[in-house]
Protein backbone atom coordinates (compact mmCIF):
# COMPACT_ATOMS: atom_id res chain seq x y z
CA UNK A 1 0.00 0.00 0.00
CA UNK A 2 2.84 2.23 0.65
CA UNK A 3 3.77 2.08 -3.00
CA UNK A 4 0.09 2.88 -3.92
CA UNK A 5 0.31 5.94 -1.60
CA UNK A 6 3.83 7.14 -3.21
CA UNK A 7 2.54 6.73 -6.75
CA UNK A 8 -0.64 9.06 -5.95
CA UNK A 9 0.73 11.35 -3.99
CA UNK A 10 3.54 12.06 -6.31
CA UNK A 11 1.04 12.46 -9.14
CA UNK A 12 -0.69 14.94 -7.35
CA UNK A 13 1.90 16.81 -6.03
CA UNK A 14 3.28 17.41 -9.68
CA UNK A 15 -0.56 17.65 -10.91
CA UNK A 16 -0.31 14.99 -13.31
CA UNK A 17 -3.30 13.29 -14.31
CA UNK A 18 -4.32 9.20 -13.13
CA UNK A 19 -7.54 7.42 -12.20
CA UNK A 20 -6.58 4.74 -8.80
CA UNK A 21 -9.98 2.54 -8.44
CA UNK A 22 -11.48 -0.55 -6.85
CA UNK A 23 -13.90 -2.42 -8.39
CA UNK A 24 -16.85 -4.06 -6.57
CA UNK A 25 -15.31 -6.66 -3.70
CA UNK A 26 -11.95 -6.92 -5.42
CA UNK A 27 -8.72 -7.41 -3.65
CA UNK A 28 -6.65 -4.76 -5.31
CA UNK A 29 -6.42 -0.85 -6.26
CA UNK A 30 -5.89 -0.42 -9.93
CA UNK A 31 -4.49 2.72 -11.10
CA UNK A 32 -3.94 4.33 -14.71
CA UNK A 33 -0.99 7.01 -14.94
CA UNK A 34 -0.39 8.66 -18.50
CA UNK A 35 2.95 9.69 -19.60
CA UNK A 36 1.99 13.38 -20.67
CA UNK A 37 -0.60 15.91 -19.53
CA UNK A 38 -2.73 15.94 -23.15
CA UNK A 39 -6.18 15.32 -22.52
CA UNK A 40 -6.99 13.13 -25.05
CA UNK A 41 -10.85 12.13 -26.08
CA UNK A 42 -12.30 9.02 -27.21
CA UNK A 43 -12.10 8.12 -31.01
CA UNK A 44 -13.49 4.18 -30.92
CA UNK A 45 -14.73 1.86 -28.83
CA UNK A 46 -12.36 -0.56 -29.68
CA UNK A 47 -9.94 1.36 -27.96
CA UNK A 48 -8.40 0.07 -24.21
CA UNK A 49 -8.00 1.93 -21.45
CA UNK A 50 -9.46 4.24 -18.64
CA UNK A 51 -13.02 6.23 -19.91
CA UNK A 52 -14.35 9.08 -18.11
CA UNK A 53 -17.79 10.71 -19.84
CA UNK A 54 -19.79 13.24 -18.82
CA UNK A 55 -24.16 13.54 -18.72
CA UNK A 56 -23.71 15.78 -21.72
CA UNK A 57 -25.18 13.10 -24.71
CA UNK A 58 -23.01 14.48 -27.48
CA UNK A 59 -19.95 14.47 -25.45
CA UNK A 60 -17.21 11.92 -26.63
CA UNK A 61 -15.47 10.58 -23.31
CA UNK A 62 -11.74 11.08 -21.86
CA UNK A 63 -9.54 8.67 -21.92
CA UNK A 64 -6.75 7.64 -20.60
CA UNK A 65 -5.40 5.53 -23.15
CA UNK A 66 -3.81 1.75 -21.89
CA UNK A 67 -0.62 2.12 -24.57
CA UNK A 68 0.44 5.69 -23.37
CA UNK A 69 -0.07 4.81 -19.38
CA UNK A 70 1.61 3.08 -16.67
CA UNK A 71 -0.83 0.58 -15.68
CA UNK A 72 -0.76 -0.59 -12.00
CA UNK A 73 -2.48 -2.78 -9.67
CA UNK A 74 -1.68 -2.55 -5.97
CA UNK A 75 -3.39 -5.04 -3.70
CA UNK A 76 -5.25 -4.32 -0.68
CA UNK A 77 -3.35 -5.08 2.61
CA UNK A 78 -2.53 -3.62 5.59
CA UNK A 79 -4.25 -0.43 5.23
CA UNK A 80 -5.89 2.19 7.73
CA UNK A 81 -8.11 5.47 7.40
CA UNK A 82 -9.04 7.78 10.27
CA UNK A 83 -13.01 6.60 9.51
CA UNK A 84 -14.49 9.38 11.82
CA UNK A 85 -15.45 12.41 9.50
CA UNK A 86 -14.93 15.67 10.98
CA UNK A 87 -16.41 17.46 7.69
CA UNK A 88 -19.99 19.14 8.05
CA UNK A 89 -21.88 21.46 5.57
CA UNK A 90 -24.90 23.34 7.40
CA UNK A 91 -28.00 22.87 5.37
CA UNK A 92 -29.21 25.96 3.79
CA UNK A 93 -32.70 27.05 3.83
CA UNK A 94 -32.35 28.61 0.54
CA UNK A 95 -31.10 25.83 -1.31
CA UNK A 96 -33.90 23.86 -0.15
CA UNK A 97 -36.54 26.22 -1.09
CA UNK A 98 -35.25 26.35 -4.81
CA UNK A 99 -35.16 22.64 -4.77
CA UNK A 100 -38.53 21.84 -3.60
CA UNK A 101 -39.59 24.69 -6.25
CA UNK A 102 -37.38 22.56 -8.95
CA UNK A 103 -39.41 19.30 -7.96
CA UNK A 104 -42.65 20.83 -7.69
CA UNK A 105 -42.67 22.36 -11.09
CA UNK A 106 -40.80 18.82 -12.37
CA UNK A 107 -44.15 17.51 -10.98
CA UNK A 108 -46.23 19.99 -12.37
CA UNK A 109 -44.86 19.20 -15.98
CA UNK A 110 -45.21 15.65 -15.69
CA UNK A 111 -48.74 16.05 -15.18
CA UNK A 112 -49.43 18.71 -17.83
CA UNK A 113 -47.00 17.13 -20.66
CA UNK A 114 -45.72 13.92 -22.57
CA UNK A 115 -43.33 12.98 -19.67
CA UNK A 116 -43.38 10.16 -17.35
CA UNK A 117 -40.37 10.71 -14.87
CA UNK A 118 -38.02 13.40 -14.88
CA UNK A 119 -34.46 13.47 -12.72
CA UNK A 120 -34.02 16.58 -10.99
CA UNK A 121 -30.90 17.38 -9.50
CA UNK A 122 -28.38 19.98 -7.37
CA UNK A 123 -24.80 20.99 -6.42
CA UNK A 124 -23.49 21.18 -2.61
CA UNK A 125 -20.60 23.12 -2.55
CA UNK A 126 -18.47 23.96 0.15
CA UNK A 127 -14.55 25.75 0.86
CA UNK A 128 -12.41 22.86 1.02
CA UNK A 129 -8.19 22.03 1.43
CA UNK A 130 -8.02 18.45 -0.07
CA UNK A 131 -4.97 17.31 0.77
CA UNK A 132 -4.71 13.88 -0.34
CA UNK A 133 -6.43 11.73 -2.50
CA UNK A 134 -4.85 8.68 -1.61
CA UNK A 135 -6.89 8.79 1.90
CA UNK A 136 -9.88 9.84 0.10
CA UNK A 137 -10.04 7.18 -1.66
CA UNK A 138 -9.34 4.59 0.75
CA UNK A 139 -11.94 5.62 3.01
CA UNK A 140 -14.64 5.52 -0.12
CA UNK A 141 -12.93 1.03 -0.25
CA UNK A 142 -13.37 1.11 3.34
CA UNK A 143 -16.85 2.40 3.41
CA UNK A 144 -18.56 0.99 0.23
CA UNK A 145 -16.54 -2.19 -0.73
CA UNK A 146 -19.42 -3.11 -3.17
CA UNK A 147 -19.51 -0.28 -5.42
CA UNK A 148 -17.45 1.13 -7.80
CA UNK A 149 -15.08 3.57 -6.13
CA UNK A 150 -12.69 6.21 -7.36
CA UNK A 151 -10.12 9.34 -7.63
CA UNK A 152 -9.68 10.73 -10.80
CA UNK A 153 -7.60 13.52 -12.12
CA UNK A 154 -6.83 15.66 -15.08
CA UNK A 155 -4.71 18.95 -14.65
CA UNK A 156 -7.57 20.06 -17.28
CA UNK A 157 -10.35 19.16 -15.64
CA UNK A 158 -10.00 18.74 -11.73
CA UNK A 159 -10.75 16.05 -9.51
CA UNK A 160 -13.40 13.58 -9.36
CA UNK A 161 -14.41 10.67 -6.73
CA UNK A 162 -17.09 8.59 -6.02
CA UNK A 163 -18.66 5.20 -4.92
CA UNK A 164 -21.06 4.40 -7.88
CA UNK A 165 -23.28 1.38 -6.67
CA UNK A 166 -25.09 1.47 -10.49
CA UNK A 167 -23.63 -0.30 -13.57
CA UNK A 168 -24.39 1.30 -16.94
CA UNK A 169 -22.56 -1.78 -19.17
CA UNK A 170 -20.34 -5.02 -18.38
CA UNK A 171 -19.17 -6.65 -21.57
CA UNK A 172 -17.08 -10.03 -21.85
CA UNK A 173 -16.69 -10.86 -25.71
CA UNK A 174 -20.25 -10.65 -27.15
CA UNK A 175 -21.81 -10.97 -23.76
CA UNK A 176 -23.55 -7.64 -22.14
CA UNK A 177 -24.95 -7.02 -18.93
CA UNK A 178 -26.27 -3.98 -17.35
CA UNK A 179 -28.93 -2.97 -15.02
CA UNK A 180 -31.89 -0.57 -14.34
CA UNK A 181 -31.14 1.06 -10.57
CA UNK A 182 -34.29 3.39 -9.10
CA UNK A 183 -36.03 3.88 -6.11
CA UNK A 184 -34.03 4.74 -2.65
CA UNK A 185 -34.63 4.13 1.37
CA UNK A 186 -32.50 4.04 4.39
CA UNK A 187 -31.30 0.95 5.54
CA UNK A 188 -33.17 0.26 8.67
CA UNK A 189 -36.19 2.23 7.63
CA UNK A 190 -39.33 0.20 8.84
CA UNK A 191 -41.51 0.54 5.76
CA UNK A 192 -42.61 -0.93 2.31
CA UNK A 193 -41.69 0.28 -1.48
CA UNK A 194 -43.94 2.55 -2.01
CA UNK A 195 -46.55 2.55 -5.51
CA UNK A 196 -44.16 5.56 -6.64
CA UNK A 197 -40.79 4.01 -6.75
CA UNK A 198 -41.82 0.59 -8.16
CA UNK A 199 -43.85 2.71 -10.56
CA UNK A 200 -40.18 4.45 -10.86
CA UNK A 201 -37.95 1.98 -11.28
CA UNK A 202 -39.78 -0.05 -13.76
CA UNK A 203 -39.98 2.89 -16.04
CA UNK A 204 -35.98 2.81 -16.29
CA UNK A 205 -36.22 -1.25 -16.46
CA UNK A 206 -38.80 -0.71 -19.74
CA UNK A 207 -36.97 2.05 -21.30
CA UNK A 208 -33.73 -0.24 -21.10
CA UNK A 209 -34.98 -3.66 -22.20
CA UNK A 210 -37.02 -1.47 -25.49
CA UNK A 211 -33.37 0.19 -26.05
CA UNK A 212 -31.56 -3.03 -26.13
CA UNK A 213 -33.85 -5.14 -28.38
CA UNK A 214 -32.26 -3.83 -31.57
CA UNK A 215 -28.84 -4.21 -30.72
CA UNK A 216 -29.21 -7.91 -29.20
CA UNK A 217 -29.87 -11.51 -30.42
CA UNK A 218 -30.63 -12.81 -26.72
CA UNK A 219 -31.86 -11.01 -23.89
CA UNK A 220 -33.37 -11.52 -19.96
CA UNK A 221 -34.50 -10.27 -17.32
CA UNK A 222 -34.19 -11.12 -13.52
CA UNK A 223 -37.07 -10.80 -11.45
CA UNK A 224 -37.09 -7.52 -9.57
CA UNK A 225 -34.69 -7.06 -6.11
CA UNK A 226 -33.65 -4.60 -3.60
CA UNK A 227 -29.68 -3.82 -3.47
CA UNK A 228 -27.77 -2.40 -0.54
CA UNK A 229 -25.74 0.78 -1.50
CA UNK A 230 -23.45 2.16 1.66
CA UNK A 231 -26.62 2.99 3.54
CA UNK A 232 -29.19 3.13 0.83
CA UNK A 233 -31.61 0.62 -0.14
CA UNK A 234 -32.74 0.42 -3.99
CA UNK A 235 -34.54 -1.73 -6.34
CA UNK A 236 -32.84 -3.33 -9.04
CA UNK A 237 -33.38 -5.28 -12.18
CA UNK A 238 -30.64 -6.83 -14.35
CA UNK A 239 -30.16 -7.19 -17.41
CA UNK A 240 -27.96 -9.45 -19.55
CA UNK A 241 -28.46 -10.10 -23.18
CA UNK A 242 -25.41 -11.36 -26.29
CA UNK A 243 -24.69 -8.50 -28.83
CA UNK A 244 -25.91 -8.44 -32.11
CA UNK A 245 -22.45 -6.43 -32.97
CA UNK A 246 -18.93 -5.42 -30.79
CA UNK A 247 -20.06 -2.00 -31.72
CA UNK A 248 -20.54 -1.28 -27.92
CA UNK A 249 -20.57 2.58 -29.18
CA UNK A 250 -23.89 1.96 -30.51
CA UNK A 251 -25.38 0.53 -27.14
CA UNK A 252 -23.37 3.13 -24.53
CA UNK A 253 -25.22 5.93 -27.00
CA UNK A 254 -28.68 3.89 -26.92
CA UNK A 255 -28.37 3.81 -23.36
CA UNK A 256 -26.91 6.66 -21.99
CA UNK A 257 -28.07 8.80 -20.52
CA UNK A 258 -30.77 6.17 -18.61
CA UNK A 259 -33.93 7.14 -17.46
CA UNK A 260 -32.53 6.48 -14.19
CA UNK A 261 -30.21 9.68 -14.35
CA UNK A 262 -32.28 11.55 -17.19
CA UNK A 263 -36.17 11.03 -17.18
CA UNK A 264 -38.26 9.35 -19.65
CA UNK A 265 -38.71 9.92 -22.65
CA UNK A 266 -35.22 10.76 -23.02
CA UNK A 267 -35.48 13.77 -24.83
CA UNK A 268 -38.07 15.70 -22.85
CA UNK A 269 -36.62 15.44 -19.90
CA UNK A 270 -33.26 16.45 -20.93
CA UNK A 271 -34.48 19.62 -22.34
CA UNK A 272 -36.42 19.98 -19.25
CA UNK A 273 -33.28 19.99 -17.54
CA UNK A 274 -30.70 22.07 -19.52
CA UNK A 275 -33.82 24.46 -19.03
CA UNK A 276 -34.52 24.10 -15.39
CA UNK A 277 -31.44 22.67 -13.39
CA UNK A 278 -29.73 25.97 -13.06
CA UNK A 279 -25.80 24.42 -13.23
CA UNK A 280 -23.87 22.32 -15.25
CA UNK A 281 -23.93 18.44 -13.98
CA UNK A 282 -20.18 17.88 -16.03
CA UNK A 283 -19.44 13.86 -15.14
CA UNK A 284 -22.36 13.78 -12.63
CA UNK A 285 -24.38 11.42 -14.25
CA UNK A 286 -21.99 10.04 -16.89
CA UNK A 287 -20.09 7.07 -16.68
CA UNK A 288 -16.73 5.78 -16.33
CA UNK A 289 -14.61 2.39 -15.92
CA UNK A 290 -12.30 0.33 -18.13
CA UNK A 291 -12.98 -0.02 -21.57
CA UNK A 292 -11.66 -3.32 -23.47
CA UNK A 293 -9.03 -3.99 -20.84
CA UNK A 294 -7.43 -7.21 -20.58
CA UNK A 295 -8.31 -10.11 -18.31
CA UNK A 296 -6.88 -13.72 -17.73
CA UNK A 297 -9.89 -16.31 -18.81
CA UNK A 298 -8.81 -19.73 -16.90
CA UNK A 299 -9.73 -22.87 -19.09
CA UNK A 300 -12.16 -25.85 -18.27
CA UNK A 301 -10.69 -27.75 -15.08
CA UNK A 302 -11.81 -31.19 -16.73
CA UNK A 303 -9.63 -33.61 -16.68
CA UNK A 304 -9.49 -33.55 -20.71
CA UNK A 305 -8.57 -30.71 -20.54
CA UNK A 306 -5.95 -31.34 -18.13
CA UNK A 307 -2.76 -30.68 -21.05
CA UNK A 308 -4.08 -27.09 -21.51
CA UNK A 309 -3.72 -25.96 -18.10
CA UNK A 310 -0.57 -24.33 -18.48
CA UNK A 311 -2.06 -21.67 -20.38
CA UNK A 312 -4.12 -18.99 -20.05
CA UNK A 313 -6.52 -17.13 -22.55
CA UNK A 314 -6.81 -13.05 -22.57
CA UNK A 315 -10.01 -11.30 -22.79
CA UNK A 316 -10.85 -8.15 -23.56
CA UNK A 317 -13.44 -6.61 -20.69
CA UNK A 318 -15.25 -3.49 -20.28
CA UNK A 319 -16.60 -2.42 -16.82
CA UNK A 320 -18.27 1.01 -17.29
CA UNK A 321 -20.58 2.65 -14.51
CA UNK A 322 -22.88 5.38 -13.66
CA UNK A 323 -21.26 8.63 -11.89
CA UNK A 324 -23.32 8.74 -9.20
CA UNK A 325 -22.73 9.25 -5.58
CA UNK A 326 -19.71 11.56 -6.53
CA UNK A 327 -17.86 14.51 -6.10
CA UNK A 328 -15.88 17.24 -7.62
CA UNK A 329 -12.81 19.21 -6.51
CA UNK A 330 -11.06 22.18 -7.74
CA UNK A 331 -9.92 25.58 -6.75
CA UNK A 332 -10.12 24.75 -3.34
CA UNK A 333 -13.57 24.18 -3.74
CA UNK A 334 -16.09 21.17 -3.19
CA UNK A 335 -19.09 19.70 -4.96
CA UNK A 336 -21.09 17.11 -3.93
CA UNK A 337 -23.79 15.95 -6.71
CA UNK A 338 -27.72 14.57 -5.62
CA UNK A 339 -30.45 14.15 -7.16
CA UNK A 340 -33.72 11.68 -7.32
CA UNK A 341 -36.15 10.50 -9.92
CA UNK A 342 -39.44 12.42 -10.10
CA UNK A 343 -42.88 11.38 -11.39
CA UNK A 344 -46.21 12.64 -10.88
CA UNK A 345 -46.38 10.92 -7.58
CA UNK A 346 -43.33 12.54 -5.81
CA UNK A 347 -43.56 14.48 -3.20
CA UNK A 348 -41.45 17.33 -3.25
CA UNK A 349 -40.16 17.33 0.49
CA UNK A 350 -39.46 14.15 0.45
CA UNK A 351 -37.03 13.85 -2.42
CA UNK A 352 -35.28 16.83 -0.69
CA UNK A 353 -34.60 14.14 2.35
CA UNK A 354 -33.71 11.48 -0.09
CA UNK A 355 -31.29 13.69 -1.47
CA UNK A 356 -29.77 14.69 1.80
CA UNK A 357 -29.73 10.75 2.54
CA UNK A 358 -27.35 10.43 -0.70
CA UNK A 359 -25.25 13.25 0.17
CA UNK A 360 -23.60 11.64 3.12
CA UNK A 361 -22.17 9.27 1.06
CA UNK A 362 -19.32 11.40 0.27
CA UNK A 363 -19.34 13.63 3.62
CA UNK A 364 -18.63 10.25 5.54
CA UNK A 365 -15.32 10.10 3.54
CA UNK A 366 -14.20 14.17 3.41
Known amino acids: MQKLREHIEEAWTSQLPFVAYHLPNASDVRCFFPKDSEL ?7 ESGFIFSAFEPLSQPIVFPEAISEVLKFELIDYEVESQSKFRIKEDPGEKDEYIKLVANAID ?8 KIVVS ?22 YPEAFTY ?43 TEKELDEQQIVTDEIVNGLKKHTKTLEVSERNTDKAGELLHLRTDITATLESSNLGDVL ?15 KAYQYLKANENYERQFYAGYFGELNMPYHNQRSSRTRNQENQAYKSIVRASNLYVNLRCMSYADEKINIYVGGGIT ?23
Open 122 to 143: RKISADYDLQNPVELLLKLIQF
Open 40 to 46: RHLQRYD
Open 253 to 267: KQLHPTPAVCGLPKE
Open 109 to 116: QIKTDEVR
Open 344 to 366: KDSNPEDEWTETVNKSRTMLKVL
Open 151 to 193: VWFHPEVGLWAGASPEFLAKTHRTQFKTMALAGTKRVGEDRDW
